[in-house]
């Protein structure tokens, strides 16, 4: 059964510029559309989940998503929103980037079903290895003109810009590529339909142009907005840069904490887009949140949704276990679940010092833990006020004077965490 896609995405504020036509085209019959992803890194980011959500939204309408992996559009680099060229990437590594990204896509798309309506992927790299650049601008380029290319903002901006130190034929070709693509791909897969970002409108008319003008038929764009936070600072980056969707590059605590810290404007506008949470579950919950704000009623469950679809549910559970440790109650046992990396991030920036096994194979006093071979605190004397004010953790649990550090306070056999009053940490790493 066909449900109206750009209904569903316009209250969910997911619509930017519609082509005329293009909703009545998607409702008469299943429709093909697709999306293109950069390969460059062997992972997406959060930047690219509004596309995803474009094809799963498709989808779940009844309609077929083709993820395009731009292995060719790739190795040039589009001028759309950029400042500087991209780095080229070699077959080998495009391959195995595409290959990762797959598995992304598979958490939001179902490329296994026998319907018709299964998701794809293909690579533009395919179809365009082996065109020679005379066959190209023979058979492409002589559709489009110079000045129809000029007059696209991706093009205009990049040469008006006072930084820029202009524009090489290999960027400016860049539109005729992706025009091309949507062309084979029209031809080729029956696809009337291309998505993207609001920046990408340029390119994705050249295509309607192209199957236009080269074989008379009809495509169609829509684009979505660039996804905005409310403070101006720029989405999907945190201070360690880009947020990726690879639990290797981005942890799911990291992952989770990035949404679980958004302001409630942000929460409410980021619901709508990066859930499938339908109106009347997600327009509870923002008068819940608005009835009681400092229970971050939304952002939780936010964080919760995204993470478990990135994710799973024994990431989301783990995380905000991890969570837990610093701002809830938790015992050692908590702390000794989790994985290294999870400690790391969750006592990221927290003073540490290294001590050696020998150390404590044998116990190692608190005093000493604390002060001499520790140096959390600066001296044995105000190490013995602190215990004796039963101010001072190890792994969560308040101690005594008497009390010796062993290799079974060690988490993940290398960590142990001391701690004075509810907020001052230190981690002793075990080497």
Not at 13 to 35: F, K, L, N, Q
Not at 143 to 155: E, L, P
Not at 253 to 258: G, N, R, V
Not at 320 to 327: G, R
Request: net charge negative; aromatic share 10%; hydrophobic share 35%.
């Amino acid at each position: 059964m066909i449900k109206n896609f750009v209904e569903e995405l316009t209250w969910r504020g997911m619509i930017h510029t519609v082509m005329p036509g293009a909703e009545e085209h998607i409702m008469e019959d299943m429709r093909s559309a697709y999306v293109g992803f950069d390969p460059t890194a062997d992972s997406l980011h959060i930047g690219n989940l509004v596309p995803i959500m474009l094809l799963a939204h498709f989808q779940r309408c009844g309609h077929k998503p083709v993820a395009l992996v731009g292995g060719a559009t790739g190795m040039i680099g589009d001028p759309s929103g950029k400042s500087n060229e991209r780095n080229l990437l070699d077959e080998k590594t495009l391959r195995h980037n595409q290959e990762a990204i797959k598995n992304q896509l598979a958490q939001f798309l179902d490329f296994e079903s026998d319907e018709k309506n299964a998701a794809i992927l293909v690579n533009n790299y395919d179809w365009m290895k082996d065109f020679s650049f005379l066959e190209f601008i023979r058979d492409v380029g002589k559709h489009i003109t110079v000045n129809y290319m000029m007059a696209k903002d991706s093009v205009k901006n990049r040469i008006s810009s006072d930084a820029s130190e202009g524009m090489s034929f290999t960027e400016f070709t860049y539109q005729l590529v992706q025009g091309y693509d949507f062309l084979h791909l029209y031809k080729e897969k029956d696809c009337t339909i291309q998505m993207g970002g609001s920046d990408q409108w340029g390119n994705i008319t050249t295509g309607t142009e192209l199957i236009r003008r080269i074989d008379s038929g009809k495509g169609y764009a829509i684009t979505c907005p660039l996804i905005t936070k409310s403070d101006g600072s720029k989405f999907g980056k945190s201070e360690g840069g880009n947020v990726w969707l690879d639990a290797n590059r981005t942890s799911p605590y990291k992952f989770y904490q990035y949404w679980l810290n958004s302001s409630d404007d942000d929460a409410e506008k980021y619901i709508r887009i990066f859930t499938f949470l339908d109106e009347p579950a997600i327009n509870s919950l923002i008068t819940e949140h608005q009835e009681a704000p400092h229970l971050r009623v939304l952002q939780k469950r936010l964080a919760e949704e995204i993470t478990t679809m990135v994710h799973s549910k024994d990431d989301l559970d783990n995380a905000i276990k991890a969570s837990n440790i610093l701002f809830g109650k938790s015992t050692s046992e908590d702390l000794k679940v989790l994985n290294e990396q999870t400690f790391l991030d969750v006592f990221d920036g927290v003073p540490q010092t290294e001590i050696m096994m020998s150390d404590i194979e044998n116990g190692l006093d608190i005093v000493a833990a604390l002060a001499e071979k520790g140096g959390f605190l600066k001296s044995n004397g105000e190490a013995r006020r602190a215990l004796k004010e039963n101010s001072i953790s190890v792994n969560k649990e308040k101690v005594a004077d008497n009390y010796t550090i062993t290799q079974k306070d060690l988490i993940n056999n290398k960590f142990v965490l001391l701690q004075r009053g509810k907020k001052n940490y230190f981690v002793l790493r075990v080497v």
